[in-house]
């Protein structure tokens, strides 16, 4: 039988506000254990909670950016739960009335685009973190995680295999970055998803028995926990066997998903409306300032990169990845002579292959956007060939300055004076009559050891074409005198 | 010295005929001898004596900060007050050294006023009668086989002895009346809103108000120009003008129409104490006020659905009470669930664990509609009643409970009984109104009668002018009970 996979993700987006969603302390991460978190954090008798404005705003921006209804009154909820970093005992969340309502994100998938739905985003509070390492079987509880603003955004069930899920959540992934609203970084947390899947025969309506994987925590986890999944459930259904509703754990050591709690053993939370916060009132015009100053958003970039600077497909979408490799690019194109195809061409390739070998972003590159122009543009003035400018490249990673600094202090400026080429050909005509034989005995392809022969005399330095056109030129001399 | 009201320390302070640190002595001595009432949990003499002297050095310099300043104050255990320990009345919190002041406190300490000390309170503020309280039950000045009410409990009784000149309670379903009512002395629940519930610990938060046990109604006034305002830590707190409540006591009288619910002289209400309060009633007819009859026709329905919202919202307010990072934490214990129950199990009393479970059955998965949102229709329906009435009168009366204090035990063994007993205080909250208590005379045995004066929304001052009216035609509110005079 053939099978059916059917997705929905999950995923929490941490806020990059600068204080906590219902508290003044700092949401920075990273910090000494317990240090940030403050009378309200801690959920000391008597405290209370304080909506962060600045949140909002961040929740309103996401569902602007996809297309969302934006529900002008919204409600906070409690989540009741006993947990040991879950200072209150109940986590507040929005369950009844969320903020951001029906919206979609576009994914393409081997060049077919997919409209995903999304089903509603929430503002909620993050906990703690409990810490089983190094305590000798205790457990330790830092709480400065605890009060950190989350939007959790529910897909509806609309993706049909692991790389419609990959795509989609590379999608958000990029969206929430461009918005300026998480920094994504799925190690430290600030990027989590959980899977909903089930599988069914295809071409069935009705949905199969889902299962919520959680702990997926980077991409490439998201591919093969949901692989993995979708397999076990088929695995079940093809030996006659019936799905568990359940919630289960992906263990990355041993990839594979095991059962956390069961439908029976799920929690009641026992939500009801927060009384401590009134609802949340937003009107139009704190929505329409936030429309007005939505970035252009990933896909109308890709669209722009194409009719404007006529970039392909491949390096259109490269490019519009994040907004800083985009900027990068647009700073490039707009300060230098050489095509916009070219300077792509130096981003996609030498400078993001060098990025990622030292796993730096774009914003920490040594070489600058005016840098990258400025060596550009040297090739294009015939300054320096294409294979010098990878040296350049290099000795700018390295810190040695300006292209027209490393040009001029490594002596590489292009030979382009013809005579000077003519001269260093002749010698070397000179010296390699075999070769000469050779060619004119029809074997053309010793051609390109002429070439090397001038480039090594010239430390590559000569123009490529120019002494590509005076070989041939004076080849084609010894063609007719020392012919038959 | 005799019951002073506090505008007459004010001024003796000033004549410099006590210092501050003479005044505060005189009330800790005062307290030290009528350790039999159990009104106080924490006295911590040094820290009082020690902002009586800055108090005094203010004064000296002609720097007083408002006229409370050097007046010592008691508070409800339920505030959180700095460095001290701040229990409500629990076992689970009997470690809980604050490391914070409540916004109340906050600012009776920039009016200059002296923590007294913290008053015995009913756990969590969840009782009527001040005898649920891990510090032990609080008794009656008036008569001590007696209970002062609840669940500021032991600020009423404090202030009814003479203990203190002024004391801060809370009052979710007549915590502040209610008590005020059992002691004879003034106390006043403000519109929901008007006082900083930051850093006053959670019973239930939509009903839960901080306001005043005071000797008058002018006390009570000069104690709420201290306690309200507008507090950005409390989201539910409403943005308000400064009322100077105090110097809008003088509203006349005339013309004022005063409504009276039917609902609330039925079956269940004591005669003497019907008796009393149509007396008061009769002395506004006679000072110029219009009376009228009006209906709040769901007040039967009041206390099923103060008894659903109130512990639903206790269920998860006190949830934080577990063991982890405050408060009691039991010894022996398996894993965290273990420790979770145990610590529960001993750490709350009978009352808050009945609560604790009322409120988790009410909000649980296939109850919650039929429970916590009824309630809440209902909550609305009541609020509507009072909208109605305040159509035709400005303010409504009645008494403000059913009977005066009962005996200590009466009804410790029977929930319905005990909760019965709010059954005039409760709709005021649930409809979040201003609400007063003030002494109207006594019943056949001696003890006093309260007076219930309800306001429109946000309209404290109405009734606290209304209120102040009355004890100046008469001397009620300056009684004391045997053995307590001052």
Redesign the interface.
């Given at each position: 039988m053939k099978w059916e996979p059917v997705i929905g993700l999950e995923v929490h987006v941490q806020l990059l506000t600068r204080s906590k969603i219902f508290s003044g302390a700092s949401a920075n991460y990273g910090s000494q254990p317990n240090t940030q978190a403050c009378?309200v954090d801690?959920?000391?008798?008597?405290?209370?909670?304080?909506?962060n404005e600045n949140a909002a705003r961040m929740a309103v921006k996401f569902g602007l950016a996809v297309d969302a209804v934006v529900n002008q009154r919204s409600a906070f909820a409690?989540k009741?739960y006993?947990?040991?970093d879950l200072?209150?005992?109940?986590q507040i969340s929005q369950y009844e009335m969320p903020i951001v309502g029906r919206g979609h994100l576009n994914i393409v998938v081997d060049g077919e685009l997919k409209r995903i739905g999304i089903t509603r985003a929430h503002l909620e509070e993050d906990a703690g973190k409990s810490l089983h390492e190094d305590f000798h079987g205790m457990?330790a509880?830092d709480l400065n995680r605890a009060g950190t603003p989350l939007v959790e955004i529910v897909s509806e069930p609309d993706m049909r295999s692991t790389k419609e899920a990959v795509a989609y959540l590379r999608k958000l992934h990029t969206m929430v970055r461009y918005l300026e609203i998480c920094d994504g970084n799925m190690q430290e947390g600030s990027f989590r998803c959980d899977a909903n899947v089930s599988v069914r025969p295809a071409g069935q309506a009705k949905l199969g028995t889902r299962t919520e994987v959680k702990n997926i925590n980077s991409f490439r986890f998201v591919e093969r926990a949901i692989g993995h999944e979708i397999e076990r459930q088929i695995d079940i259904l093809e030996e006659g066997g019936e799905i568990v509703q359940e919630t289960r754990l992906y263990d990355p050591d041993k990839n594979e998903t095991r059962p956390m709690r069961t439908k029976e053993e799920a929690h009641?939370y026992?939500?009801?409306p927060d009384?401590?916060?009134?609802p949340m009132a937003i009107d139009e015009t704190f929505i329409e300032e936030i429309r007005q100053n939505l970035p252009e958003l990933p896909d109308a970039k890709e669209q722009r990169f194409k009719d404007q600077y006529q970039l392909n497909e491949e390096h259109a979408h490269q490019l519009t990845q994040s907004r800083a490799n985009a900027d990068y690019f647009e700073a490039t194109a707009g300060a230098s002579r050489g095509a916009p195809k070219t300077v792509a061409n130096w981003i996609v390739g030498d400078l993001s292959s060098r990025l990622n070998d030292e796993n730096l972003d774009i914003g920490d590159s040594p070489i600058s956007s005016r840098m990258l122009a400025g060596l550009i543009d040297r090739i294009e003035d015939n300054t320096i060939s294409g294979k010098i400018a990878k040296e350049v490249f290099r000795a700018m990673w390295e810190g040695e300055g300006e292209a027209d600094a490393v040009i001029e202090n490594r002596g590489l400026k292009q030979i382009t004076d013809t005579g000077e080429i003519e001269k260093i050909v002749d010698d070397i005509l000179a010296k390699s009559r075999t070769q000469i034989e050779q060619y004119t005995s029809g074997q053309e392809k010793i051609f390109g050891y002429f070439i090397g022969q001038v480039m090594k005399a010239t430390g590559g330095k000569a123009n490529p074409k120019q002494v590509n056109e005076i070989l041939k030129k004076k080849l084609r001399a010894h063609l007719f005198t020392d012919g038959p | 010295m005799a019951i002073q009201e506090l505008t007459s320390l004010a001024g003796r302070l000033n004549d410099r005929r006590h210092s501050s640190v003479e005044l505060t002595q005189s009330y800790l001595n005062r307290i030290n001898g009528a350790g039999e009432l159990n009104a106080f949990i924490t006295i911590d003499e040094e820290f009082s004596l020690e902002q009586a002297r800055r108090s005094d050095k203010r004064r000296a310099k002609g720097r007083t900060l408002s006229p409370l300043d050097g007046i010592p104050i008691a508070h409800k255990d339920i505030f959180c007050t700095k460095g001290m320990l701040t229990s409500c009345g629990s076992h689970i919190l009997d470690n809980f050294i604050s490391p914070y002041d409540a916004t109340v406190i906050e600012h009776f300490n920039r009016s200059g006023a002296v923590i007294l000390g913290k008053t015995n309170m009913d756990e969590f503020a969840m009782g009527s009668s001040g005898e649920t309280s891990w510090y032990g039950i609080i008794k009656n000045p008036w008569d001590t086989g007696r209970v002062p009410g609840g669940s500021s409990a032991g600020s009423a009784a404090a202030l009814a002895a003479g203990l203190c000149p002024a004391a801060t309670g809370t009052d979710t379903g007549g915590s502040i009346r209610q008590p005020a009512a059992f002691c004879g002395v003034t106390g006043f629940k403000p519109s929901y809103g008007r006082v900083s519930r930051y850093g006053m610990i959670a019973f239930a938060s939509s009903l839960d108000q901080g306001g005043p046990i005071a000797r008058s109604a002018q006390d009570a006034a000069i104690m709420m120009d201290v306690m309200a305002g507008f507090d950005e830590r409390d989201s539910t707190s409403v943005p308000q003008d400064d009322v100077h409540f105090s110097s809008e006591l003088g509203a006349e009288l005339r013309g004022l129409r005063i409504g009276i619910p039917g609902e609330f002289f039925g079956a269940g209400l004591d005669d003497s104490v019907e008796k009393a309060v149509r007396d008061a009633i009769k002395t506004y007819e006679d000072m110029g006020a219009q009376i009228r009859e009006v209906s709040l026709p769901n007040s039967e329905l009041c206390v099923p659905c103060y008894y659903v919202i109130a512990p639903s919202e206790a269920s998860s307010n006190l949830s934080r009470f577990d063991g982890v990072r405050f408060g009691h934490r039991a010894t022996d214990y398996d894993d965290p669930i273990d420790m979770y129950m145990k610590t529960r199990a001993e750490g709350f009393g009978p009352e808050v664990k009945r609560r604790v479970m009322i409120g988790t059955f009410a909000l649980s998965a296939g109850y919650y509609d039929a429970y916590y949102n009824k309630a809440l229709k209902l909550r609305r329906l009541i609020a509507e009643d009072f909208d109605k009435a305040f159509e035709d009168c400005d303010v409504l009366m009645g008494p403000t409970t059913p009977t005066t204090a009962f005996p200590i035990g009466d009804k410790t063994d029977d929930p319905i009984a005990m909760y019965l007993n709010d059954i005039f205080t409760i709709p005021v909250n649930l409809a979040g109104l201003p609400g007063i208590s003030i002494p109207a005379g006594f019943d056949a045995s001696g003890l006093p009668v309260g007076l219930q004066i309800i306001g429109r929304y946000f309209e404290d001052a109405r009734v606290l002018s209304v209120a102040h009216q009355y004890q100046r035609q008469n001397d009620w509110h300056l009684r004391q009970p045997e053995g307590y005079h001052s």
């Amino acid at each position: 039988m053939k099978w059916e996979p059917v997705i929905g993700l999950e995923v929490h987006v941490q806020l990059l506000t600068r204080s906590k969603i219902f508290s003044g302390a700092s949401a920075n991460y990273g910090s000494q254990p317990n240090t940030q978190a403050c009378a309200v954090d801690l959920g000391l008798p008597g405290v209370l909670p304080v909506m962060n404005e600045n949140a909002a705003r961040m929740a309103v921006k996401f569902g602007l950016a996809v297309d969302a209804v934006v529900n002008q009154r919204s409600a906070f909820a409690r989540k009741n739960y006993f947990y040991p970093d879950l200072p209150k005992g109940y986590q507040i969340s929005q369950y009844e009335m969320p903020i951001v309502g029906r919206g979609h994100l576009n994914i393409v998938v081997d060049g077919e685009l997919k409209r995903i739905g999304i089903t509603r985003a929430h503002l909620e509070e993050d906990a703690g973190k409990s810490l089983h390492e190094d305590f000798h079987g205790m457990t330790a509880i830092d709480l400065n995680r605890a009060g950190t603003p989350l939007v959790e955004i529910v897909s509806e069930p609309d993706m049909r295999s692991t790389k419609e899920a990959v795509a989609y959540l590379r999608k958000l992934h990029t969206m929430v970055r461009y918005l300026e609203i998480c920094d994504g970084n799925m190690q430290e947390g600030s990027f989590r998803c959980d899977a909903n899947v089930s599988v069914r025969p295809a071409g069935q309506a009705k949905l199969g028995t889902r299962t919520e994987v959680k702990n997926i925590n980077s991409f490439r986890f998201v591919e093969r926990a949901i692989g993995h999944e979708i397999e076990r459930q088929i695995d079940i259904l093809e030996e006659g066997g019936e799905i568990v509703q359940e919630t289960r754990l992906y263990d990355p050591d041993k990839n594979e998903t095991r059962p956390m709690r069961t439908k029976e053993e799920a929690h009641d939370y026992r939500y009801f409306p927060d009384p401590d916060l009134p609802p949340m009132a937003i009107d139009e015009t704190f929505i329409e300032e936030i429309r007005q100053n939505l970035p252009e958003l990933p896909d109308a970039k890709e669209q722009r990169f194409k009719d404007q600077y006529q970039l392909n497909e491949e390096h259109a979408h490269q490019l519009t990845q994040s907004r800083a490799n985009a900027d990068y690019f647009e700073a490039t194109a707009g300060a230098s002579r050489g095509a916009p195809k070219t300077v792509a061409n130096w981003i996609v390739g030498d400078l993001s292959s060098r990025l990622n070998d030292e796993n730096l972003d774009i914003g920490d590159s040594p070489i600058s956007s005016r840098m990258l122009a400025g060596l550009i543009d040297r090739i294009e003035d015939n300054t320096i060939s294409g294979k010098i400018a990878k040296e350049v490249f290099r000795a700018m990673w390295e810190g040695e300055g300006e292209a027209d600094a490393v040009i001029e202090n490594r002596g590489l400026k292009q030979i382009t004076d013809t005579g000077e080429i003519e001269k260093i050909v002749d010698d070397i005509l000179a010296k390699s009559r075999t070769q000469i034989e050779q060619y004119t005995s029809g074997q053309e392809k010793i051609f390109g050891y002429f070439i090397g022969q001038v480039m090594k005399a010239t430390g590559g330095k000569a123009n490529p074409k120019q002494v590509n056109e005076i070989l041939k030129k004076k080849l084609r001399a010894h063609l007719f005198t020392d012919g038959p | 010295m005799a019951i002073q009201e506090l505008t007459s320390l004010a001024g003796r302070l000033n004549d410099r005929r006590h210092s501050s640190v003479e005044l505060t002595q005189s009330y800790l001595n005062r307290i030290n001898g009528a350790g039999e009432l159990n009104a106080f949990i924490t006295i911590d003499e040094e820290f009082s004596l020690e902002q009586a002297r800055r108090s005094d050095k203010r004064r000296a310099k002609g720097r007083t900060l408002s006229p409370l300043d050097g007046i010592p104050i008691a508070h409800k255990d339920i505030f959180c007050t700095k460095g001290m320990l701040t229990s409500c009345g629990s076992h689970i919190l009997d470690n809980f050294i604050s490391p914070y002041d409540a916004t109340v406190i906050e600012h009776f300490n920039r009016s200059g006023a002296v923590i007294l000390g913290k008053t015995n309170m009913d756990e969590f503020a969840m009782g009527s009668s001040g005898e649920t309280s891990w510090y032990g039950i609080i008794k009656n000045p008036w008569d001590t086989g007696r209970v002062p009410g609840g669940s500021s409990a032991g600020s009423a009784a404090a202030l009814a002895a003479g203990l203190c000149p002024a004391a801060t309670g809370t009052d979710t379903g007549g915590s502040i009346r209610q008590p005020a009512a059992f002691c004879g002395v003034t106390g006043f629940k403000p519109s929901y809103g008007r006082v900083s519930r930051y850093g006053m610990i959670a019973f239930a938060s939509s009903l839960d108000q901080g306001g005043p046990i005071a000797r008058s109604a002018q006390d009570a006034a000069i104690m709420m120009d201290v306690m309200a305002g507008f507090d950005e830590r409390d989201s539910t707190s409403v943005p308000q003008d400064d009322v100077h409540f105090s110097s809008e006591l003088g509203a006349e009288l005339r013309g004022l129409r005063i409504g009276i619910p039917g609902e609330f002289f039925g079956a269940g209400l004591d005669d003497s104490v019907e008796k009393a309060v149509r007396d008061a009633i009769k002395t506004y007819e006679d000072m110029g006020a219009q009376i009228r009859e009006v209906s709040l026709p769901n007040s039967e329905l009041c206390v099923p659905c103060y008894y659903v919202i109130a512990p639903s919202e206790a269920s998860s307010n006190l949830s934080r009470f577990d063991g982890v990072r405050f408060g009691h934490r039991a010894t022996d214990y398996d894993d965290p669930i273990d420790m979770y129950m145990k610590t529960r199990a001993e750490g709350f009393g009978p009352e808050v664990k009945r609560r604790v479970m009322i409120g988790t059955f009410a909000l649980s998965a296939g109850y919650y509609d039929a429970y916590y949102n009824k309630a809440l229709k209902l909550r609305r329906l009541i609020a509507e009643d009072f909208d109605k009435a305040f159509e035709d009168c400005d303010v409504l009366m009645g008494p403000t409970t059913p009977t005066t204090a009962f005996p200590i035990g009466d009804k410790t063994d029977d929930p319905i009984a005990m909760y019965l007993n709010d059954i005039f205080t409760i709709p005021v909250n649930l409809a979040g109104l201003p609400g007063i208590s003030i002494p109207a005379g006594f019943d056949a045995s001696g003890l006093p009668v309260g007076l219930q004066i309800i306001g429109r929304y946000f309209e404290d001052a109405r009734v606290l002018s209304v209120a102040h009216q009355y004890q100046r035609q008469n001397d009620w509110h300056l009684r004391q009970p045997e053995g307590y005079h001052s």
